[in-house]
């Protein structure tokens, strides 16, 4: 069956915008919190996240073939998705640890975790079924601006919600199950069943099959690293090397917001010029921006404040013109589409871990302590870590985005 020519992109922004909700913003909130409401250590956190990132490297492929086995069953596998991420939410902002905080916070980061990764898979699957090749970029303006603007709701809620309540991250873990109850009744009548022809029987195989969507996920990895290092060690950075603790919210919205409105705007470039020189420029900006954050100081909120708004729209880039770039390929080479964002959520993900394991423990190395006075070495390790290491990450995503083969610069 052909690609639906007038499928709805609405419900996918909605529900595009809920797991925008849930993704991001954990990895900004959630160790703050923990560090502050319950004295858990960088380290210890650090060594959580790459644990449970290392789930992910047989946890999200096998999501994946479960994600394609389990299409004919519609909604049905989504609402229990749902339900897993939700309660996983909710357990951990909500909820006093029963258990020790960092096996308490592991846990619940689990649920979250999968229900995440198997929601995602279906809603990338999905636009792949409903859209076809010719018409991702389309879709990915409608779904990737509402994940951004999810992101956005979360990094505003605990500033907003402080003023109406004594637990603002608990609010929000409770708002964030009520928006993914109404977002799975939304898209509830858009699941359908694969009705792609696969290539070689299909599998894990033949998702890895093509040379092409094997180095479109090492792009994704070292494209993303920048991003998880930066998004890990951001409210660190503005407390301690800017010293405005009390900007941290609005200089996050701010981020966010630029990344959001960005988005629509880099796809149709994207269109208009092709993914690969709109990327690129994409790219080039983002070391800019962080190249000039290295060099600021306490108090310098305004220099920061346009380096959000630069690196937020750089971040626009990324997130919605390559998974449209993925998903064509992936409608090209007739693999299945499930299968395939099964290894996308792997690959974007994993250079999560590594900044978890790698940065933040490194930080505690070199004497820097959050939310204590800091000596020169450990501001500069902070800085390192914030500005540096994603420059440097970013220039080893513009050598493979450069040595890319895609065969045509349209998606």
Avoid at 17 to 40: C, E, N, R, S, W
Wanted: aromatic share 12%.
């Amino acid at each position: 069956m052909p690609p639906e020519r007038s499928a709805p992109r609405l419900p996918y922004a909605l529900f595009a915008m809920m797991l925008g909700t849930a993704g991001l913003p954990i990895y900004i909130h959630a160790p703050k919190f923990f560090v502050d409401q319950y004295g858990v250590s960088l380290g210890a956190l650090g060594a959580s996240l790459f644990v449970l990132r290392l789930l992910d490297f047989v946890q999200d492929p096998l999501l994946g073939s479960l994600a394609e086995k389990t299409s004919a069953a519609r909604a049905r596998p989504v609402w229990a998705a749902i339900t897993i991420m939700a309660l996983g939410m909710v357990g951990l902002f909500a909820i006093t640890p029963p258990i020790a905080p960092v096996l308490w916070f592991s846990l619940t980061l689990l649920c979250v975790f999968s229900g995440f990764s198997f929601l995602t898979i279906r809603l990338y699957a999905q636009g792949v079924t409903s859209f076809g090749a010719d018409r991702q970029l389309d879709l990915a303006r409608w779904r990737e601006t509402g994940s951004l603007l999810g992101v956005c709701c979360a990094a505003m809620a605990p500033t907003l919600l402080l003023v109406v309540t004594g637990r603002p991250y608990a609010a929000f873990a409770i708002g964030f199950a009520g928006l993914a109850v109404i977002a799975g009744f939304v898209m509830s009548k858009h699941w359908s069943r694969s009705t792609q022809e696969v290539r070689g029987g299909g599998g894990f195989s033949t998702a890895l099959a093509d040379p092409v969507v094997r180095q479109l996920l090492i792009l994704a990895v070292l494209n993303t690293a920048p991003v998880a290092v930066s998004s890990t060690l951001f409210l660190f950075f503005v407390e301690s090397r800017l010293q405005v603790p009390q900007m941290a919210g609005p200089l996050l919205i701010l981020f966010f917001i630029s990344a959001a409105i960005s988005a629509p705007i880099w796809t149709f470039l994207a269109g208009r010029f092709g993914p690969r020189p709109v990327l690129l420029v994409a790219m080039i900006a983002a070391i800019v921006s962080f190249f000039y954050a290295f060099f600021l100081q306490s108090g310098q909120v305004t220099a920061f404040m346009l380096i959000c708004i630069a690196s937020g729209a750089t971040l626009g880039a990324d997130l919605s013109i390559l998974p449209a770039v993925f998903a064509k390929r992936l409608a090209v080479t007739k693999a299945q589409a499930a299968v395939g964002f099964g290894f996308w959520n792997f690959a974007s993900k994993i250079s999560l871990a590594l900044a978890a394991v790698v940065v933040l423990p490194a930080l505690e190395r070199f004497g820097y302590q959050p939310g204590l006075d800091n000596s020169q070495n450990g501001l500069l390790a902070l800085s390192v870590g914030y500005a540096a290491v994603p420059c440097i990450l970013k220039l080893f995503a513009i050598w493979v985005l450069l040595r890319l083969q895609l065969g045509d610069d349209t998606a």
